[in-house]
Structures are given as C-alpha cells and as structure tokens.
C-alpha cells in the first residue's frame, strides 16, 4: 500500500493493516516452528495444567521478544506506522511513549503493548475453553474423547469475540460471565483463569450439530447500545487464514485444547 493510500485511511484502520495483521502473522509463523513449543508439548504430560499455560503464556511472550530483537521488514514498516499514527495507538500500562519518541522508544512500547495483547487473548480463549469444559462434561455429559472432539470443533467461541469492537468486546465478556470486573493482564493470570476466577454459566451456551458432531457455541447475545468511538476492525488472528483457509485462532484454539488434553483434563 503506497504512503498516499495509507494516509487516506482511517489511522485505526492504517494501524491494524499495515502494522498490527502483519506482526500478528509473523508471530504466529514462528509459533509454529519454536523448538520450545515442540519441548513444552514433549514435557506437558509430565506436569500441571497451570505450569503447562504458564509456560505457554511465557513462550508467547519470548516470541514476541524474539522478532523485535532484531530489525526486519515488517517491523520496519510496523514502526514507521505507528510512528504516523502514534495518537490512535491504545498504549497500555507504563509504556507510553513520548510524543517524540524516537524508532528505539516506539519499539520498546510496541512490543509491551504485542507481549499484554498476546497474554490476554490467551486469559479470554482460556475462559472461554475452561466454560466450555465444564458444559461438555455437566450439561452434555461427555468425557474422554468426545469431549475432546467437541471442543475441537468449537472454534465459534473464539471468532464471536474475534470480530467485535474492542468496546463491545469488554461488554460482551461482561455479559458473558456476569462480572463487570475488565479482564487485564497481568492482573489476571492463566493460573486466576483456571482456578475459577471468570467463568461463563451454562445458560449462556447451546449445543449444536448430531450427536458425535456436536459443536458448542455461545447462545443470542442482545446487542450492546454502545457508541463507538473507531471503526471495527477484525482481530488480526481471525481475518488471517492458514493454508487450510482456517483462522490463524483456530490454530491456537487447537494448542490450547492439546495442552488440556497433555495435562490430562480430557479424561
């Protein structure tokens, strides 16, 4: 996209194109080929579900360490964006750059903001697989492998909050658990997630498809009257496609049900 066409986006619009999707695809190439992926599922029987995410979570965060260490294209043109359009960046916690920060500056804060973006979409996808566990089990009573095979195929979950405004996002969540606490990170951790601190009440989802093909699914949700303050933009993860046309959050739905089952939550 020529600096011409950038410009004539909307500066949330020019962030997630050309700055965020392209990171977000470069995170998710290395994740595929980490050695210490292949390591953490070659141990991950051996330990607890809460040690398995809490390496999972670290992992992701070393990945994102990893492609800021050293200068490439993409995060060339990541920064040279967000330096355009540094005043629609949402920054988060204590790194906020300065308004004249420098490349270096501007990394160290785009890089925090990828590492806190990564951490809590793993908490949300937790929440939304620990609930879904829980209605697999008591509300459809399945166990062992037909849990499983329904949790595979429950990747709706995801793309329902994957599509959303972020303002409507923290209101659906809300909605969704009944707790009108914000989800952060690192307030929350993977280990507050799997020992019960946000859960998601059975009323709130539905089965759907023939027995041995059942997917869960979240129920109706009535719109939130919010007025939105940006365009809605699609998380990068889900308008991102695998070379089976799948969202690239289907892959890490995929992981996360592979490390329940490593651990031995499956049963």
Same mark, same amino acid.
């Given at each position: ?24 695809e470069e995170w998710f190439s290395a994740l595929r080929v980490s050695g210490a992926l292949t390591e953490l599922r070659r141990a991950a029987p051996g330990r607890d579900l809460v040690d398995n995410l809490q390496s999972l979570d670290q992992l992701f965060r070393d990945l994102v360490d990893a492609m800021f260490a050293h200068p490439t294209p993409v &995060? #060339?043109? /990541? +920064? *040279? ?5 540094? %005043? ?9 750059? !300065? ?29 939304? &697989? #620990?609930? /879904? +566990? *829980? ?5 459809? %009573? ?9 949790? !595979? ?52 989802? !539905? ?61």
């Amino acid at each position: 996209m020529s600096s011409r066409q950038l410009s004539d986006l909307h500066p949330k619009v020019a962030l997630y194109l050309e700055a965020y999707t392209p990171l977000v695809e470069e995170w998710f190439s290395a994740l595929r080929v980490s050695g210490a992926l292949t390591e953490l599922r070659r141990a991950a029987p051996g330990r607890d579900l809460v040690d398995n995410l809490q390496s999972l979570d670290q992992l992701f965060r070393d990945l994102v360490d990893a492609m800021f260490a050293h200068p490439t294209p993409v &995060l #060339e043109h /990541a +920064l *040279a964006v967000v330096a355009a359009h540094r %005043g629609a960046v949402v920054w988060e916690d204590q790194m906020v750059p !300065r308004a004249d920060a420098g490349t270096a500056e501007l990394a160290a804060s785009l890089r925090h903001k990828f590492k806190r973006n990564i951490s809590l979409a793993l908490l949300e996808a937790l929440i939304c &697989l #620990e609930s /879904a +566990l *829980a209605y697999g089990r008591e509300g459809l %009573g399945l166990t062992g492998a037909a849990l499983e095979q329904t949790l !595979r195929g429950s990747t709706s979950m995801l793309a329902s909050l994957s599509v959303l405004h972020d303002q409507h996002e923290v209101a659906r969540m809300r909605q969704l658990t009944g707790d009108p606490t914000e989800i952060q990170h690192p307030r929350f951790t993977v280990a507050d997630i799997v020992r019960g601190a946000f859960r998601i009440g059975p009323e709130k989802f !539905r089965a759907v498809g023939p027995e041995g093909q059942r997917k869960i699914r979240f129920g109706s949700v009535a719109p939130q009257d919010i007025e939105l303050s940006s365009p809605t933009m699609k998380c990068p993860a889900h308008r991102l496609t695998n070379d089976e046309g799948q969202p690239l959050n289907n892959e890490l739905w995929a992981l996360l049900v592979d490390v329940y089952r490593l651990s031995g939550r499956l049963a």
